[in-house]
């Protein structure tokens, strides 16, 4: 009667939560702590013995990595919604749903994340534009790209359709038993969904959205080919009008560096404190 | 007002299939009120297959099944329904994420539409009735099979239904655990609960069924009382089952 985990059934696990690498092993936090601190330090004290040209390059991307931190918080925010409609989609049992999400996550998967961001920005405001001439809706006729909403849209729209099958198999992770059993108390599948299947769905899927964080971070630097001016784009006006690319690109890769591991450890710390509250 | 001397479970003439497999050919029976029906049979004759249409969890291909007086096929809730059918897995099927008192609390907050006062109230009765009211803060990884299993049962009693299904809710325990479950649920069927319970152990159904139905490939071949059925089973097929299980 008081024996622990003695008859567990396999059913009512989740043993990729038991399975995240760094569980239990909370000592070695600390240490990748100290090489963001480290990374952190060399940017520091590349601008402080040498402020020329680092730190006139740190002054001069500042608003680069504003924008790149805008592009990617932003994109993220809104590709988990995406991501979450998109993965109950791609379980749905309504033909028509389920076709609609796996033709878009089929789509975005065999197109490189460049080319559509390039068409976003290019493409889609021409067939706005000429939408509103036949139409002859004015607004839509003067239709101007605006950058920065593009590039998020294409962010979302690419990301979401990943984040759609980290979703699907978060979901597919959780035992039949569990929604069985909220259906048979009498709860709706929605209601299932979002008291049952969801919070627990969560921590599976933290991890790897953890990481499509980080992976979208350093993608962001795409939007440098469509006019925005984030960290990368600022890095090449900085080269081109004072020909150091050796202290111009050292220092962006740094900079990118240090915003990563921060990212990571974020993450990770995250996925802990989830962890521990089971 | 329903005449309380009408079925509260009427099956007629269920089919089912999956995919090829027929799991079920025309099998008819009715559950009255208050009544503990068992259903035994070989792995494989249907009878986890009926219980789950019983409360939908399952579709059928045809027939038509009425559950107090609403035909489920074409039910325009099922939700409605199923609110008064409890329903105890093999497997448990406790929500994981959440304590044990939160098991028993969300269906009736979310769906019974109760305070959490109310809830956290109804909820404490039930573990007391279980025997368990100390792992309330408990998560049910941390707590044995039996009970899990328990907390499972006050889960479904907290939605106040007329009809519990119990489908093999010890098959999955431990020798040592399967008294303790059995004991709750030989209570609940002195209090007058509708049952209808899968299960292979023949000590609860002697004392607490009153009648046993014998499934064999998605038929029933016979049904009587206890005390008959074990003793004087009329069809070969039955004496074969139960010397299988009665001389082991």
């Known amino acids: 009667m008081f024996s622990r985990r003695k008859t567990e059934s396999p059913e009512i696990n989740t043993p990729e939560l038991d399975n995240v690498p760094e569980a239990g092993l909370g000592y070695h936090i600390d240490v990748w702590w100290w090489l963001v601190a480290l990374v952190a330090g060399v940017i520091a004290i590349l601008a402080w013995t040498k402020p020329d040209p680092y730190w006139r390059i740190i002054l001069f991307v500042r608003d680069g990595i504003g924008m790149t931190a805008l592009i990617t918080v932003t994109s993220f925010v809104i590709m988990i919604f995406v991501g979450m409609l998109g993965g109950l989609g791609r379980i749905s049992t309504n033909k028509f749903i389920h076709m609609i999400t796996t033709l878009y996550v089929e789509i975005v998967r065999g197109i490189p994340l460049l080319v559509q961001l390039i068409w976003w920005y290019f493409a889609f405001p021409v067939i706005i534009r000429n939408l509103g001439q036949a139409t002859h809706i004015g607004f839509l006729a003067n239709y101007e790209a605006n950058a920065v909403l593009l590039a998020i849209f294409g962010f979302v729209f690419c990301y979401g359709a990943y984040m759609s099958e980290i979703f699907r198999a978060g979901i597919q992770s959780i035992p039949k038993g569990q929604m069985e059993a909220a259906r048979s108390l009498g709860m709706s599948y929605f209601q299932a969904m979002r008291h049952v299947i969801l919070p627990q769905a969560i921590r599976v899927i933290l991890p790897p959205v953890g990481n499509e964080f980080i992976a979208l971070l350093k993608d962001s630097s795409l939007v440098s080919a469509v006019a925005l001016a984030d960290l990368t784009r600022r890095g090449r006006e900085f080269m081109a009008a004072n020909f150091d690319p050796l202290q111009v690109w050292t220092m962006i890769a740094l900079l990118y560096l240090v915003m990563t591991l921060f990212s990571a450890r974020i993450v990770n710390y995250i996925e802990r404190r989830t962890k521990i509250e089971r | ?248």
């Open chain 2, 1 to 248: 007002m329903k005449d309380n001397k009408d079925p509260i479970i009427k099956i007629e003439n269920i089919h089912k299939h999956f995919g090829k497999v027929q799991a079920l050919r025309g099998v008819n029976l009715n559950v009255n009120r208050g009544e503990v029906v068992v259903i035994v049979g070989p792995s494989g004759s249907g009878k986890s297959t009926l219980l789950r249409c019983i409360n939908r969890l399952e579709e059928y291909d045809s027939g038509k099944i009425t559950v107090d007086g609403i035909l489920l096929h074409g039910a325009q809730n099922i939700n409605l329904v199923r609110q008064e059918i409890g329903m105890v897995f093999q497997s448990f099927n406790l929500f994981a994420h959440l304590t044990v008192m939160d098991n028993l609390m969300l269906a009736q907050k979310i769906i019974r539409k109760r305070s959490p006062e109310e809830a956290r109230k109804i909820a404490l009765d039930l573990l007391k009735k279980v025997g368990i009211p100390e792992k309330l803060n408990a998560y049910p990884s941390q707590i044995s099979g039996g009970q899990q299993q328990r907390v499972a049962i006050a889960r479904a009693l907290a939605m106040n239904p007329r009809i519990m299904l119990f489908d093999e809710p010890t098959s999955a325990l431990d020798p040592e655990m399967i008294k303790e479950v059995l004991d709750v649920m030989t209570d609940l069927a002195k209090e007058g609960m509708t049952m209808v319970v899968v299960s292979h152990e023949m000590g609860f159904a002697r004392a607490a069924a009153k009648r046993i139905i014998f499934m064999d490939e998605g038929q029933i071949i016979e049904e009587a009382p206890p005390e008959i059925l074990f003793t004087s089973p009329k069809q070969e097929r039955t004496k074969r089952f139960l010397s299988k299980i009665l001389n082991h």
